[in-house]
T-cell receptor, first 115, second 113 residues
Framework: EAGVVQSPRYKIIEKKQPVAFWCNPI?????LYWYLQNLGQGPELLIR????????DSQLPKDRFSAERLKGVDSTLKIQPAELGDSAVYLC?????????????FGQGTRLTVV | AQKITQTQPGMFVQEKEAVTLDCTYD???????LFWYKQPSSGEMIFLIY??????QNATEGRYSLNFQKARKSANLVISASQLGDSAMYFC??????????FGTGTSLTVIP
């Protein structure tokens, strides 16, 4: 079974430029998460989807960040314009809905460097 | 309010010895799940072990065991017979009723040969 796939693995952009990250969750997983992980810190939730609905985006900086999950499968996270402080690892995870005893499955992450 | 607290930024352990990584959590939900993940330097998050809030027995998975003390709201990870490959960041996490995961700040474990 394929795991959570993220692309690209690495991205270097200049500040004020736009950037987009893509995530393909595990087949059948209704819940999809985007996390931000700063160096030496734990993952922090940006947005959580149940199917195509964003059920928690309270931590998403909506002035520059946006996300979508068309058809309740793949998801894209966008930053426009990027700032130096956005340099971090962006993790996508998925999980079956309603299964509190099931772990979140993580992708390899996208390491963003803004210069 | 912080949901997950890991108070040990870094830990060292001698190879083949056991080590305990601390985790406390805060929730008023009657039902929740507790998880531990390992994150090597390569960056992937590897699931290690799960404990349900209603589970009577402590969870075990090979060399990993979870010391669950519900009244104290603690869920410490015990790694027995440490190996060099255990050197990594370890994150404690809690899943709430609606499926939200909360992570601690992590503990960096270094296994000394």
């Amino acid at each position: 079974e394929a795991g959570v796939v993220q692309s690209p693995r690495y991205k270097i952009i200049e500040k004020k430029q736009p950037v987009a990250f893509w995530c393909n969750p595990i087949s059948g997983h209704n819940t999809l998460y985007w996390y931000l992980q700063n160096l030496g810190q734990g993952p922090e939730l940006l947005i959580r989807y149940e199917n195509e609905e964003a059920v928690d985006d309270s931590q998403l900086p909506k002035d520059r960040f946006s996300a979508e999950r068309l058809k309740g499968v793949d998801s894209t996270l966008k930053i426009q314009p990027a700032e130096l402080g956005d340099s971090a690892v962006y993790l996508c995870a998925s999980s079956p809905a309603g299964a509190k005893n099931t772990e979140a499955f993580f992708g390899q992450g996208t390491r963003l460097t803004v210069v | 309010a912080q949901k997950i607290t890991q108070t040990q930024p870094g830990m060292f352990v001698q190879e083949k010895e056991a080590v305990t990584l601390d985790c406390t959590y805060d929730t008023s939900d009657p039902s929740y799940g507790l998880f531990w993940y390992k994150q090597p330097s390569s960056g992937e998050m590897i699931f290690l072990i799960y404990q349900g809030s209603y589970d009577q027995q402590n969870a075990t998975e090979g060399r990993y065991s979870l010391n669950f003390q519900k009244a104290r709201k603690s869920a410490n990870l015990v790694i027995s017979a440490s190996q060099l490959g255990d050197s990594a960041m370890y994150f404690c996490a809690m899943r709430d009723l609606v499926g939200q995961f909360y992570f601690g700040t992590g503990t960096s474990l270094t296994v000394i040969p």
